[in-house]
């Protein structure tokens, strides 16, 4: 049997409860800020992953309004983001990983089939919707910081799954966990990230609790082999949603100090302008009495 370290020191791992719908994806919206203000070049690679081929077009709108270039997800040429899925010709699929590869485009929205047999080192984040079983999403987000490099790996999962554990009582220590567990835990346990993937990567289980003893075996190896202190989301979460809430002011020259730096000190200044959301308005019926008429109310 061959023995590897699993635990990935560069990539910071950030989980992000979504606020809208997992089939809107408009949490993406205040990932990105306009084209005006951080241009196609100096936006960091990324891919996204989504669960069906539907989702990944929807990404693509999605960043869209972000950029404020409606319509432009459907350019197959886009110098900004592609798609890339199972059904996608076999033509398209070798253009969309030669020229990201090559530099052409920062931003893939993809499902699973994209990344077998790829080894993409200028890839700096990697943004996963929706919850999935810890092996492929470790996998997924495992795609950035291979050129060791810091990478930042960001799970968006939904704040209950109709049918799930959506509580940490439910997973009982102990107990042999199912793929359900596995993806329902990975999305609420508050144990470090980091340690949480490389348990499951090497025994299959997702530790609840600081006190397991598997979870416990590992921090201890990570203290004694010196290895540098985590900044997932569990370890520092006021750090990390800082990070989430400054991450449009991310670009191509700042990307290492924002991953690594506390940004409650490291703030860059920049202003980053809004992009309006419409709503549609409706028309209220009023809850107030009619005035009376003043003839009635002569005595």
Not at 56 to 83: C, M, N, W, Y
Not at 197 to 225: C, H, V, W
């Amino acid at each position: 049997m061959l023995h590897g370290e699993l635990t990935r020191p560069e990539i910071r791992f950030i989980r992000v409860t979504m606020d809208s719908s997992l089939s809107s994806c408009n949490d993406l919206l205040d990932l990105y800020a306009p084209k005006s203000t951080t241009p196609n070049n100096q936006v960091i690679p990324t891919i996204i992953y989504s669960g069906s081929r539907h989702r990944t077009i929807k990404v693509l709108d999605v960043l869209d309004q972000a950029r404020g270039e409606p319509g432009a997800a459907t350019d197959s040429e886009s110098t900004f983001a592609r798609r890339f899925h199972s059904v996608t010709g076999e033509a398209c699929k070798t253009e969309v990983a030669d020229d990201f590869g090559a530099g052409k485009f920062p931003i893939v929205s993809a499902t699973m089939a994209l990344g077998l047999g790829q080894n993409w080192s200028r890839v700096r984040s990697v943004i996963h919707m929706g919850r999935g079983d810890p092996a492929a999403i470790c996998q997924m987000l495992g795609r950035c910081g291979r050129d060791g490099r810091p990478g930042v790996a960001i799970m968006f999962v939904e704040k209950t799954r109709v049918g799930g554990k959506n509580q940490i009582h439910q997973i009982l220590d102990g107990v042999e966990q199912s793929d359900d567990d596995r993806m329902d835990g990975l999305a609420i346990t508050p144990v470090c990230l980091r340690i949480a993937f490389a348990i499951d990567t090497k025994l299959g289980y997702i530790p609840m609790s600081t006190k397991d003893q598997g979870y416990r075996n590992k921090k201890s190896r990570e203290e004694s082999e010196g290895f540098p202190e985590c900044r997932c989301s569990n370890c520092m979460p006021m750090e990390a949603s800082t990070f989430i809430e400054n991450m449009k002011r991310i670009n191509m020259d700042n990307v290492d100090r924002m991953i690594t730096t506390d940004l409650n000190a490291y703030i860059t200044g920049v202003s980053i302008p809004k992009v309006k959301k419409v709503k549609a308005q409706t028309q209220r019926k009023s809850t107030k009495r009619p005035l009376a008429d003043p003839e009635d109310l002569r005595l």
